[in-house]
Protein backbone atom coordinates (compact mmCIF):
# COMPACT_ATOMS: atom_id res chain seq x y z
CA UNK A 1 0.00 0.00 0.00
CA UNK A 2 2.63 2.24 1.07
CA UNK A 3 4.22 1.56 -2.64
CA UNK A 4 1.50 2.74 -4.31
CA UNK A 5 0.80 5.76 -2.20
CA UNK A 6 4.51 6.89 -3.02
CA UNK A 7 4.47 6.14 -6.68
CA UNK A 8 1.63 8.03 -6.59
CA UNK A 9 2.89 11.24 -5.16
CA UNK A 10 6.94 11.21 -7.04
CA UNK A 11 7.20 13.01 -10.04
CA UNK A 12 6.67 10.63 -13.36
CA UNK A 13 10.28 11.67 -14.43
CA UNK A 14 12.00 10.00 -10.71
CA UNK A 15 13.30 6.84 -11.63
CA UNK A 16 12.60 3.91 -10.04
CA UNK A 17 15.66 3.83 -8.09
CA UNK A 18 14.71 6.82 -6.44
CA UNK A 19 11.57 5.41 -5.14
CA UNK A 20 12.79 2.33 -3.87
CA UNK A 21 15.40 4.29 -1.91
CA UNK A 22 12.08 6.76 -0.60
CA UNK A 23 9.80 3.38 -0.10
CA UNK A 24 12.79 1.49 1.99
CA UNK A 25 13.63 4.71 4.10
CA UNK A 26 10.07 5.71 5.15
CA UNK A 27 9.84 1.87 5.80
CA UNK A 28 12.91 1.64 8.15
CA UNK A 29 11.46 5.22 9.75
CA UNK A 30 8.07 3.09 10.68
CA UNK A 31 10.24 -0.06 12.14
CA UNK A 32 12.50 2.24 14.34
CA UNK A 33 9.23 3.86 15.85
CA UNK A 34 8.05 1.01 16.50
CA UNK A 35 10.90 -0.66 18.06
CA UNK A 36 11.07 2.85 20.14
CA UNK A 37 7.32 2.28 21.11
CA UNK A 38 7.68 -0.92 22.65
CA UNK A 39 11.20 -0.35 24.55
CA UNK A 40 9.45 2.78 26.17
CA UNK A 41 6.90 0.84 27.04
CA UNK A 42 8.29 -2.03 28.54
CA UNK A 43 10.21 -0.17 30.37
CA UNK A 44 7.25 1.98 31.88
CA UNK A 45 5.69 -1.56 33.20
CA UNK A 46 9.53 -2.78 34.80
CA UNK A 47 9.54 0.35 36.71
CA UNK A 48 5.86 0.27 38.26
CA UNK A 49 6.90 -3.37 38.98
CA UNK A 50 10.13 -2.36 40.98
CA UNK A 51 7.74 0.74 42.94
CA UNK A 52 5.42 -2.96 44.17
CA UNK A 53 8.37 -4.55 45.32
CA UNK A 54 9.72 -1.62 47.22
CA UNK A 55 6.16 -1.35 48.89
CA UNK A 56 6.09 -4.65 50.08
CA UNK A 57 9.72 -4.66 51.26
CA UNK A 58 8.85 -1.23 53.49
CA UNK A 59 5.57 -3.38 54.73
CA UNK A 60 7.62 -5.99 55.75
CA UNK A 61 9.67 -3.98 57.26
CA UNK A 62 7.30 -2.23 59.02
CA UNK A 63 6.22 -5.76 60.22
CA UNK A 64 2.67 -4.89 60.03
CA UNK A 65 0.36 -8.20 59.37
CA UNK A 66 -2.64 -5.75 58.62
CA UNK A 67 -0.31 -3.88 56.39
CA UNK A 68 0.32 -6.89 54.27
CA UNK A 69 -2.74 -8.09 53.98
CA UNK A 70 -4.07 -4.67 52.94
CA UNK A 71 -1.47 -3.90 50.56
CA UNK A 72 -1.79 -5.38 46.76
CA UNK A 73 1.74 -7.09 47.24
CA UNK A 74 2.03 -10.30 45.63
CA UNK A 75 4.41 -12.82 46.63
CA UNK A 76 5.81 -15.73 44.78
CA UNK A 77 5.28 -18.21 46.05
CA UNK A 78 8.70 -18.76 47.42
CA UNK A 79 8.74 -15.22 49.31
CA UNK A 80 9.49 -15.77 52.89
CA UNK A 81 7.54 -12.51 54.53
CA UNK A 82 8.86 -11.70 57.95
CA UNK A 83 6.47 -9.46 60.07
CA UNK A 84 8.49 -7.17 62.28
CA UNK A 85 10.06 -8.52 65.31
CA UNK A 86 9.99 -12.44 64.60
CA UNK A 87 11.98 -13.44 67.12
CA UNK A 88 9.12 -12.38 69.70
CA UNK A 89 6.61 -14.67 67.66
CA UNK A 90 4.45 -16.59 69.87
CA UNK A 91 5.47 -20.36 69.12
CA UNK A 92 3.22 -22.09 71.60
CA UNK A 93 2.71 -25.54 69.37
CA UNK A 94 6.83 -25.39 68.27
CA UNK A 95 8.06 -25.03 71.86
CA UNK A 96 7.52 -28.80 72.13
CA UNK A 97 9.24 -29.89 69.12
CA UNK A 98 13.38 -30.67 69.32
CA UNK A 99 15.27 -27.94 70.25
CA UNK A 100 17.53 -28.34 66.95
CA UNK A 101 14.64 -26.90 64.95
CA UNK A 102 13.59 -24.35 67.07
CA UNK A 103 17.11 -23.27 67.00
CA UNK A 104 17.24 -23.56 63.24
CA UNK A 105 14.23 -21.51 63.08
CA UNK A 106 15.56 -19.13 64.78
CA UNK A 107 18.99 -18.93 62.88
CA UNK A 108 17.30 -18.75 59.54
CA UNK A 109 14.46 -16.72 60.58
CA UNK A 110 17.43 -13.93 61.30
CA UNK A 111 19.88 -14.55 58.39
CA UNK A 112 16.00 -14.05 56.42
CA UNK A 113 15.74 -10.98 58.42
CA UNK A 114 18.94 -9.69 57.67
CA UNK A 115 18.86 -10.63 53.64
CA UNK A 116 15.70 -8.66 53.31
CA UNK A 117 16.93 -5.90 55.02
CA UNK A 118 20.44 -5.64 52.83
CA UNK A 119 17.82 -6.08 49.85
CA UNK A 120 16.60 -2.76 51.15
CA UNK A 121 19.59 -0.98 51.90
CA UNK A 122 20.55 -1.42 48.42
CA UNK A 123 17.07 -0.98 46.16
CA UNK A 124 15.18 1.21 48.38
CA UNK A 125 15.58 4.92 47.74
CA UNK A 126 12.66 6.20 49.53
CA UNK A 127 11.68 6.93 53.60
CA UNK A 128 12.99 3.12 55.02
CA UNK A 129 11.36 3.14 58.56
CA UNK A 130 13.95 2.95 61.48
CA UNK A 131 14.05 -0.51 63.54
CA UNK A 132 14.11 0.53 67.29
CA UNK A 133 16.64 -0.32 69.64
CA UNK A 134 19.61 -3.43 69.30
CA UNK A 135 19.49 -6.60 70.14
CA UNK A 136 21.05 -7.21 73.51
CA UNK A 137 21.84 -10.08 75.71
CA UNK A 138 18.95 -11.33 77.89
CA UNK A 139 19.17 -8.95 81.25
CA UNK A 140 16.36 -11.66 83.18
CA UNK A 141 15.41 -15.36 82.34
CA UNK A 142 12.66 -17.50 83.45
CA UNK A 143 15.07 -20.72 84.39
CA UNK A 144 12.46 -23.05 85.66
CA UNK A 145 10.71 -25.00 86.41
CA UNK A 146 9.84 -27.60 83.69
CA UNK A 147 6.19 -27.90 83.98
CA UNK A 148 5.46 -25.03 86.28
CA UNK A 149 3.93 -22.20 84.57
CA UNK A 150 7.10 -20.61 82.72
CA UNK A 151 5.10 -20.16 79.38
CA UNK A 152 2.10 -18.37 81.37
CA UNK A 153 4.49 -16.06 83.17
CA UNK A 154 6.80 -15.31 79.89
CA UNK A 155 3.22 -14.39 77.79
CA UNK A 156 1.91 -12.36 80.72
CA UNK A 157 4.86 -10.49 81.51
CA UNK A 158 5.74 -9.75 77.51
CA UNK A 159 2.48 -7.69 77.49
CA UNK A 160 4.18 -5.30 79.51
CA UNK A 161 5.68 -2.13 76.88
CA UNK A 162 9.11 -2.22 79.11
CA UNK A 163 9.56 -5.81 78.49
CA UNK A 164 10.36 -7.64 74.64
CA UNK A 165 10.81 -11.63 74.72
CA UNK A 166 11.79 -14.55 72.93
CA UNK A 167 8.89 -16.21 72.32
CA UNK A 168 10.58 -20.11 71.16
CA UNK A 169 12.91 -21.55 74.06
CA UNK A 170 16.63 -20.90 73.18
CA UNK A 171 18.19 -23.70 75.36
CA UNK A 172 21.93 -21.95 75.14
CA UNK A 173 23.09 -22.57 78.50
CA UNK A 174 21.91 -26.55 78.09
CA UNK A 175 22.60 -27.13 75.21
CA UNK A 176 23.40 -24.52 72.55
CA UNK A 177 26.26 -23.15 74.84
CA UNK A 178 29.58 -23.92 71.74
CA UNK A 179 27.20 -21.53 69.84
CA UNK A 180 28.45 -18.66 71.36
CA UNK A 181 26.95 -15.19 72.77
CA UNK A 182 26.93 -13.92 69.68
CA UNK A 183 24.54 -16.51 68.37
CA UNK A 184 22.78 -16.27 71.08
CA UNK A 185 22.49 -12.49 71.10
CA UNK A 186 21.16 -13.09 67.38
CA UNK A 187 18.23 -14.47 68.91
CA UNK A 188 16.76 -12.18 70.66
CA UNK A 189 14.37 -9.38 70.21
CA UNK A 190 15.84 -5.76 69.52
CA UNK A 191 14.98 -3.74 72.82
CA UNK A 192 15.47 0.42 73.67
CA UNK A 193 17.95 1.24 76.37
CA UNK A 194 15.19 1.21 78.78
CA UNK A 195 13.45 -2.13 77.85
CA UNK A 196 14.05 -5.38 79.81
CA UNK A 197 15.11 -8.46 77.17
CA UNK A 198 13.42 -12.06 78.24
CA UNK A 199 14.17 -15.49 77.17
CA UNK A 200 12.84 -18.59 78.89
CA UNK A 201 14.37 -22.07 78.86
CA UNK A 202 12.83 -24.13 81.56
CA UNK A 203 15.29 -26.79 81.91
CA UNK A 204 18.10 -24.59 83.00
CA UNK A 205 17.09 -24.90 86.15
CA UNK A 206 18.14 -28.53 86.33
CA UNK A 207 21.47 -27.65 84.35
CA UNK A 208 24.53 -27.83 86.18
CA UNK A 209 26.82 -25.80 84.12
CA UNK A 210 23.70 -23.11 83.67
CA UNK A 211 24.49 -20.65 86.81
CA UNK A 212 27.84 -20.78 86.11
CA UNK A 213 27.40 -19.86 82.60
CA UNK A 214 24.45 -17.37 82.95
CA UNK A 215 26.99 -15.73 85.87
CA UNK A 216 29.43 -15.60 83.47
CA UNK A 217 27.40 -13.52 80.63
CA UNK A 218 26.67 -10.89 83.54
CA UNK A 219 26.54 -11.79 87.73
CA UNK A 220 23.22 -8.86 87.54
CA UNK A 221 21.10 -11.29 85.54
CA UNK A 222 17.91 -11.53 87.30
CA UNK A 223 16.21 -15.06 87.74
CA UNK A 224 12.89 -15.82 87.93
CA UNK A 225 11.61 -19.63 88.91
CA UNK A 226 8.14 -21.09 88.48
CA UNK A 227 7.71 -23.19 91.21
CA UNK A 228 4.62 -25.53 91.53
CA UNK A 229 4.19 -28.45 94.20
CA UNK A 230 6.82 -31.29 92.88
CA UNK A 231 4.26 -34.18 92.59
CA UNK A 232 1.57 -32.48 90.15
CA UNK A 233 4.54 -31.15 88.57
CA UNK A 234 6.12 -34.73 88.10
CA UNK A 235 2.52 -35.70 87.05
CA UNK A 236 1.87 -33.05 84.50
CA UNK A 237 5.53 -33.85 83.07
CA UNK A 238 4.34 -37.78 82.62
CA UNK A 239 1.59 -36.69 81.35
CA UNK A 240 3.20 -34.42 78.58
CA UNK A 241 6.08 -37.33 78.23
CA UNK A 242 3.20 -40.26 77.99
CA UNK A 243 1.67 -37.92 74.50
CA UNK A 244 4.47 -38.16 72.97
CA UNK A 245 5.41 -41.68 73.90
CA UNK A 246 1.84 -43.75 74.11
CA UNK A 247 4.37 -46.63 75.25
CA UNK A 248 6.22 -45.77 78.19
CA UNK A 249 5.94 -47.73 81.62
CA UNK A 250 3.53 -46.44 83.93
CA UNK A 251 3.97 -43.96 86.47
CA UNK A 252 3.90 -45.89 89.20
CA UNK A 253 6.89 -47.92 87.65
CA UNK A 254 9.02 -45.01 86.66
CA UNK A 255 8.60 -43.23 90.05
CA UNK A 256 9.69 -46.46 92.15
CA UNK A 257 12.55 -48.49 92.64
CA UNK A 258 10.69 -50.32 94.74
CA UNK A 259 7.33 -49.28 95.55
CA UNK A 260 6.32 -51.67 98.42
CA UNK A 261 10.01 -50.12 100.25
CA UNK A 262 8.77 -46.75 99.26
CA UNK A 263 12.26 -46.15 97.39
CA UNK A 264 11.99 -43.13 95.04
CA UNK A 265 13.79 -43.24 91.99
CA UNK A 266 15.27 -40.26 91.75
CA UNK A 267 17.23 -41.07 89.12
CA UNK A 268 13.90 -40.33 86.94
CA UNK A 269 13.40 -36.51 85.54
CA UNK A 270 10.33 -36.29 86.44
CA UNK A 271 11.10 -37.12 90.24
CA UNK A 272 14.60 -34.97 90.15
CA UNK A 273 13.54 -32.16 88.81
CA UNK A 274 11.16 -31.37 92.08
CA UNK A 275 13.93 -31.61 94.53
CA UNK A 276 13.89 -27.96 94.19
CA UNK A 277 16.22 -27.30 97.62
CA UNK A 278 18.78 -29.67 95.47
CA UNK A 279 18.97 -27.63 92.56
CA UNK A 280 18.60 -24.23 94.32
CA UNK A 281 22.03 -24.76 96.25
CA UNK A 282 23.97 -24.76 92.48
CA UNK A 283 22.05 -21.67 91.58
CA UNK A 284 23.30 -20.07 95.12
CA UNK A 285 27.10 -20.61 94.68
CA UNK A 286 26.75 -18.09 91.68
CA UNK A 287 23.66 -15.49 92.68
CA UNK A 288 22.59 -13.95 95.68
CA UNK A 289 19.03 -14.77 96.72
CA UNK A 290 17.42 -11.33 96.15
CA UNK A 291 18.71 -12.05 92.42
CA UNK A 292 16.08 -14.92 92.42
CA UNK A 293 12.25 -14.86 92.11
CA UNK A 294 9.72 -17.31 92.77
CA UNK A 295 6.50 -17.77 91.59
CA UNK A 296 3.95 -20.26 92.70
CA UNK A 297 2.66 -21.92 89.54
CA UNK A 298 -0.51 -22.40 92.01
CA UNK A 299 -1.26 -18.83 92.55
CA UNK A 300 -0.28 -18.14 88.93
CA UNK A 301 -3.15 -19.74 88.49
CA UNK A 302 -5.72 -18.58 91.35
CA UNK A 303 -4.03 -15.16 90.84
CA UNK A 304 -2.37 -14.47 87.67
CA UNK A 305 -2.34 -10.63 88.44
CA UNK A 306 -1.22 -10.55 91.80
CA UNK A 307 2.23 -12.71 91.16
CA UNK A 308 2.82 -10.55 88.33
CA UNK A 309 2.43 -7.49 89.96
CA UNK A 310 5.72 -9.24 92.24
CA UNK A 311 6.90 -9.80 88.75
CA UNK A 312 6.73 -6.30 87.48
CA UNK A 313 8.15 -5.36 91.21
CA UNK A 314 11.44 -7.64 91.22
CA UNK A 315 12.06 -6.80 87.82
CA UNK A 316 11.89 -3.13 88.72
CA UNK A 317 8.99 -1.89 86.42
CA UNK A 318 5.81 -0.67 86.74
CA UNK A 319 2.96 -2.57 87.67
CA UNK A 320 1.61 -2.30 84.68
CA UNK A 321 -0.12 -5.73 83.74
CA UNK A 322 -3.05 -5.83 86.36
CA UNK A 323 -6.05 -7.78 86.82
CA UNK A 324 -7.90 -5.97 83.83
CA UNK A 325 -5.55 -7.96 81.26
CA UNK A 326 -7.13 -11.54 82.41
CA UNK A 327 -9.99 -13.06 82.43
CA UNK A 328 -11.24 -16.91 83.28
CA UNK A 329 -12.33 -18.83 80.44
CA UNK A 330 -14.67 -21.80 81.37
CA UNK A 331 -14.33 -24.16 78.88
CA UNK A 332 -10.05 -23.57 79.45
CA UNK A 333 -10.36 -23.76 83.19
CA UNK A 334 -7.03 -21.17 83.40
CA UNK A 335 -7.02 -17.44 83.23
CA UNK A 336 -6.58 -16.20 79.59
CA UNK A 337 -5.47 -12.57 78.30
CA UNK A 338 -7.86 -10.41 77.05
CA UNK A 339 -5.33 -8.74 75.06
CA UNK A 340 -1.59 -10.58 74.48
CA UNK A 341 1.52 -9.09 72.89
CA UNK A 342 0.86 -9.76 69.53
CA UNK A 343 -2.77 -9.33 68.87
CA UNK A 344 -5.60 -7.43 69.69
CA UNK A 345 -8.30 -10.44 70.10
CA UNK A 346 -8.36 -12.41 73.91
CA UNK A 347 -6.18 -15.37 73.91
CA UNK A 348 -5.09 -18.32 75.97
CA UNK A 349 -2.48 -20.99 75.99
CA UNK A 350 -1.67 -23.34 73.58
CA UNK A 351 -3.53 -26.99 74.50
CA UNK A 352 -0.19 -28.45 75.86
CA UNK A 353 -0.92 -26.32 78.89
CA UNK A 354 -3.42 -26.94 80.96
CA UNK A 355 -4.35 -30.61 79.88
CA UNK A 356 -6.03 -32.65 81.95
CA UNK A 357 -3.50 -35.12 84.13
CA UNK A 358 -3.10 -38.70 83.95
CA UNK A 359 -4.85 -40.34 86.80
CA UNK A 360 -2.73 -41.33 89.41
CA UNK A 361 -4.00 -43.54 92.85
CA UNK A 362 -4.22 -41.85 95.49
CA UNK A 363 -2.09 -43.71 97.72
CA UNK A 364 0.97 -42.99 95.15
CA UNK A 365 0.58 -39.41 95.52
CA UNK A 366 0.56 -39.54 99.08
CA UNK A 367 3.86 -41.50 98.99
CA UNK A 368 5.40 -38.89 96.68
CA UNK A 369 4.22 -36.14 99.30
CA UNK A 370 6.13 -38.05 102.07
CA UNK A 371 9.36 -38.45 100.33
CA UNK A 372 9.32 -34.51 99.18
CA UNK A 373 8.12 -32.60 102.40
CA UNK A 374 11.93 -32.66 104.07
CA UNK A 375 12.97 -31.13 100.46
CA UNK A 376 9.79 -28.75 100.50
CA UNK A 377 10.85 -27.87 103.95
CA UNK A 378 14.24 -27.15 103.47
CA UNK A 379 13.24 -24.93 99.95
CA UNK A 380 10.67 -23.32 102.19
CA UNK A 381 13.27 -21.88 104.75
CA UNK A 382 15.70 -20.76 102.41
CA UNK A 383 13.78 -18.91 100.11
CA UNK A 384 11.91 -17.68 103.19
CA UNK A 385 8.45 -18.09 102.13
CA UNK A 386 5.99 -20.95 102.45
CA UNK A 387 4.55 -21.95 99.16
CA UNK A 388 1.87 -24.86 101.45
CA UNK A 389 2.48 -28.31 99.23
CA UNK A 390 1.90 -30.23 101.63
N1 LIG B 1 -3.03 -19.38 82.33
C1 LIG B 1 -2.59 -20.62 82.15
N2 LIG B 1 -3.03 -21.36 81.10
C2 LIG B 1 -2.59 -22.62 80.92
N3 LIG B 1 -1.71 -23.23 81.73
C3 LIG B 1 -1.25 -22.54 82.77
C4 LIG B 1 -1.67 -21.22 83.04
N4 LIG B 1 -1.05 -20.79 84.16
C5 LIG B 1 -0.30 -21.78 84.58
N5 LIG B 1 -0.40 -22.85 83.76
C6 LIG B 1 0.29 -24.12 83.96
O1 LIG B 1 1.43 -24.15 83.15
C7 LIG B 1 1.78 -25.51 83.05
C8 LIG B 1 2.79 -25.70 81.96
O2 LIG B 1 4.00 -25.21 82.44
P1 LIG B 1 5.16 -24.68 81.52
O3 LIG B 1 4.65 -23.61 80.63
O4 LIG B 1 6.29 -24.30 82.40
O5 LIG B 1 5.49 -25.98 80.68
S1 LIG B 1 6.82 -26.24 79.84
O6 LIG B 1 7.86 -26.65 80.78
O7 LIG B 1 7.15 -25.05 79.10
O8 LIG B 1 6.45 -27.37 78.95
C9 LIG B 1 0.46 -26.20 82.83
O9 LIG B 1 0.59 -27.51 83.33
P2 LIG B 1 -0.52 -28.63 83.07
O10 LIG B 1 -1.77 -28.16 83.76
O11 LIG B 1 0.03 -29.82 83.72
O12 LIG B 1 -0.69 -28.76 81.60
C10 LIG B 1 -0.53 -25.35 83.60
O13 LIG B 1 -0.98 -25.91 84.79
Not at 13 to 18: D, L, P, Y
Not at 133 to 151: E, M, Q, S, Y
Not at 205 to 218: C, D, G, K, Q, Y
Request: aromatic content about 10%; charged content about 25%.
Amino acid sequence: MAYRFLSSRVAPSANKQTRRFIFIFTLSLSFTYLCYSIIFYSDTIMQSQSYEEHRCLLFQNIGSKKLLQKSQCTMRPDTKVIMGDTSGVRLDHREETPDRNLTKNADSRSTQQRGINQTNRRSINITVVPKHGNKKLPNALIVGVKKGGTRAVLEFIRIHPDVRAVGTEPHFFDRNYDRGLDWYRGLMPRTLDSQITMEKTPSYFVTLEAPRRISSMSRDTKLIVVVRNPVTRAISDYTQTLSKKPDIPSFEDLAFKNRSLGTVDTSWNAIRIGLYTLHLENWLQYFRLSQMHFVSGERLITDPAGELGRVQDFLGLKRIVTDKHFYFNKTKGFPCLKKPESSSSPRCLGKSKGRPHVQIDQDIIEQLHDFYRPYNIKFYETVGHDFRWD
